[in-house]
């Protein structure tokens, strides 16, 4: 006689859901692998701010069946009282997914922890090889061609963003003008500590003042200790300049691309981008294994200029 027994995947909601009481009862016991140390902590959600993890208290104290869904960069969402799993996974995955263009996974099903800690840092990808990114259409959202963003290093000699395919590229816009840009100097400097120390040669930082000369942009982060990170020159004339230049000459509204400063961008080595944010983030050690993941796994096209900042 056929097994009907139901099937309990490894790594499956289903499985975790089956686990979950063992999980939030055994409190001094050895954490399952890859899931997080303390499944009851709010603080132990990566990356969502404070309005998520009082969210995910009230997500406790709701009835089953629930879900709470979290992504890369901090979207989140959550649904609870719903008929069977399938719709609570469904429904929180959807709650997450309208905010944001990367990928949702759930983090919570029912009273069980599903995160798993160690797919977590593949979520940039999958990655485009070669040809897909050629065909790519130019825009700011993930899967698409970056701009060509043209910039000038501290000597002077011109360079764009082409030139450095080839390599993981992270572009951040700021301005020393704009003080949650201020507020997350500190968190950049650590990132390009770690990821020289980490995945070196593999990321180049690029950092461009918005709305503001460089030189007041280099004077003022020379003065405040952050002279080591890598300021480059957007081209920006003072606040009215409202214009970043492309590498074809052509220009293009700033708010195109940073819908508010700061906004970063992670682009794989095609120029795809694989991630953005709006806004300061405060930790961005958070994404070492991000960068570590795209470093190893993002194919590599011949860079089309020879120009490397």
């Known amino acids: 006689m056929a097994d009907t027994t139901p099937q309990l995947q490894p790594g499956s909601p289903a499985l975790y859901r089956a686990l979950g009481v063992v999980l939030l009862l055994a409190a001094g ?3 399952v692998a890859g899931l997080a140390s303390q499944p009851a902590d709010a603080d132990a959600i990566p ?3 404070a309005k998520a993890r009082e969210n995910f208290l009230a997500y406790r104290k709701a009835a089953n069946h629930k879900a709470f869904a979290i992504a890369p960069g901090g979207a989140w969402g959550w649904e609870a009282e719903l008929p069977s799993p399938e719709a609570a996974d469904a429904r929180a995955l959807h709650n997450c997914q309208v905010t944001t263009r990367q990928k949702c996974v759930l983090y919570a099903a029912d009273d069980a922890i599903v995160f798993n800690s160690e797919t977590w840092p593949t979520l940039w990808g999958p990655y485009q090889d070669s040809a897909d990114a050629a065909a790519a259409p ?10 060509d963003i043209a910039y000038q290093d501290g000597a002077g000699v011109s360079r764009s963003l082409a030139g450095s395919r080839g390599q993981i590229v992270f572009v951040h816009f700021w301005g020393s003008w704009c003080p949650p840009c201020l507020r997350e100097l500190p968190a950049l400097q650590k990132l390009q500590q770690q990821l020289e120390a980490t995945v070196p040669d593999q990321v180049v930082m690029i950092l461009l003042q918005v709305r503001e000369p460089f030189d007041e942009a280099r004077s003022w982060a020379e003065d405040h200790g952050f002279a080591d990170l890598p300021l480059y020159d957007s081209g920006s004339a003072g606040s009215d300049d409202t214009d970043l230049v492309l590498g074809d000459g052509q220009r293009i509204e700033d708010r195109n691309i940073a819908r508010v400063f700061p906004s970063s961008y992670v682009l794989d080595r095609n120029g795809i981008v694989l991630f953005a944010n709006f806004g300061p983030v405060d930790d961005w050690l958070e994404y070492l294994p991000f960068f570590a993941h795209a470093a190893r796994h993002s194919e590599t096209t011949p860079p089309k200029t020879s120009a490397q900042p």
Request: charged fraction near 20%; aromatic fraction near 12%.
């Open 29 to 31: 016991s050895a954490p």
């Open 47 to 49: 990356h969502v701010d």
């Open 138 to 147: 130019t825009g700011a959202s993930v899967g698409e061609r970056f701009f």
